[in-house]
């Protein structure tokens, strides 16, 4: 059973750089799809990007293209979101979570199935 545990949130302004960390324990991180997602209070919980067990493979949300990169270091177990040219409706809580099953990504939070507590992530204009 994969355990994870996202860091690096806070407070940024507008136009700014985050890298949020998420650190997976219990094995089998390297084998399967990873994902970032995100949640806004009262909104429903939205796909961010995944990433391929090997890395080659990256997906993005239209709404982070091209300003947010995944990545993963298989030997340190860790997941990466480094977000750039941060908005305001970037805020949110942040999660990682695993793929249920090897082979495939998916943007439906429901094919995940363990995640990590979150850590939110405030800009500000």
């Known amino acids: 059973q994969v355990q994870l545990v996202e860091s690096g949130g806070g407070l940024v302004q507008a136009g700014g750089s985050m890298r949020l960390s998420c650190a997976a324990s219990?094995?089998?991180?390297?084998?399967?799809?990873m994902g970032w997602f995100r949640q806004a209070p009262g909104k429903e919980r939205e796909f961010v990007a995944s990433?391929?067990?090997?890395?080659?493979?990256?997906s993005y949300a239209d709404s982070v293209k091209g300003r947010f990169t995944i990545s993963r270091d298989n030997a340190k177990n860790t997941l990466y979101l480094q977000m750039n040219s941060l908005k305001p409706e970037d805020t949110a809580q942040y999660y990682c979570?695993?793929?249920?099953?090897?082979?495939?990504?998916?943007?439906?939070?429901?094919?995940?199935?363990?995640w990590g507590q979150g850590t939110q992530v405030t800009v500000s204009s």
């Open positions: 979570a695993k793929i249920r099953d090897t082979g495939y990504g998916s943007t439906w939070y429901r094919k995940y199935d363990a």
């Open positions: 990433i391929s067990n090997g890395g080659s493979l990256t």
């Open positions: 219990g094995g089998g991180f390297s084998i399967y799809f």
